[in-house]
């Protein structure tokens, strides 16, 4: 059992009844045993997670990079792309190197850097996601219930700025994936004493079935507001699909 455990298989058990001290033994590597299949488990969790988050930020890169090279914009446009394109960059690396980092110190769960960071970070993560949908050919309805300009200085988010990002990837991500183009998007924000509520509703396609969903990037997101204090909430009703995301300001 002990060579068994050696080569990889931690879901051997171990016997101990003869003597105490064997028993003993067996507990300690049954429970080490344990241990080291969660740590590993929880490893190749983060890890899927991460790995897809980064398919958004990538398929962004490549959509405004396409757009460039069909030389059909504006040269202000076209500069504004090309920060884009950097931007996307930063971010990829940005959880590139945060995927390897948990990977090699075995984290068992993902930790969010907290800094104060202003709500205006809120308004750009969904301005950059909208203005991509609607470059991929979806409507937009935006309704903020008040005006961003003074929005941004009024409060504090304590919140990691590479996770923020990876939420609204994630969410529009999945609009991407599922949503019906013929129908519009409709986005709504609100500010209000004390928290930050974001809400997303998109059309289902009909031919929805055929595409594969194991629900990765819900699940990734639900985690990541959570860490940040925060509700996710989703509903599904006919062919309509609400997510909304609720972030506490610093008091």
């Known amino acids: ?8 298989n931690l879901t051997v058990h171990f016997e101990g009844k ?3 001290e064997v028993a003993e033994l067996s507990d300690t590597l049954n429970m080490t045993a344990r241990e080291l299949e ?4 929880l490893r190749r969790e ?3 997670n991460v790995s897809h988050d980064l398919r958004t930020p990538l398929t962004i890169l490549k959509g405004y990079l396409e757009v460039l090279k069909l030389k059909r914009n504006d040269p202000a446009l076209a500069e504004e792309y090309l920060d884009r394109c950097m931007r996307k960059a930063d971010d990829i690396r940005e959880m590139t190197d945060k995927m390897f980092e948990y990977a090699l110190v075995f984290e068992d769960k993902e930790e969010p850097a907290l800094s104060d960071l202003p709500t205006g970070i809120v308004f750009s993560c969904l301005r950059e996601n909208m203005d991509f949908l609607s470059l991929t ?9 008040f005006t961003e300009s003074s929005s941004v200085k009024s ?7 590479t996770m923020l990002k990876r939420i609204f990837n994630n969410l529009f991500s999945n609009i991407i994936k ?3 183009k013929a129908k519009p998007v409709t986005v709504s924000c609100r500010l209000v004493k004390g928290e930050i509520g974001i809400s997303l509703q998109n059309a289902i396609k009909s031919d929805r079935s055929q595409i594969a969903s194991n629900k990765i990037g819900l699940r990734s997101t639900a985690k990541m507001v959570e860490l940040h204090h925060g509700s996710f909430s989703s509903a599904k009703k006919g062919d309509s699909f609400t997510v909304e995301i609720v972030l506490p300001l610093k008091a």
């Open 155 to 161: 409060g504090i988010l304590l919140a990691d700025a």
């Open 178 to 180: 599922y949503g019906d």
């Open 18 to 20: 003869d003597y105490r």
């Open 46 to 48: 983060l890890i899927a």
């Open 137 to 145: 050919g979806f409507t937009i309805e935006y309704t903020p219930d």
């Open 38 to 41: 969660k740590s590993e488990r």
């Open 1 to 8: 059992s002990a060579k068994e455990m050696a080569g990889g």
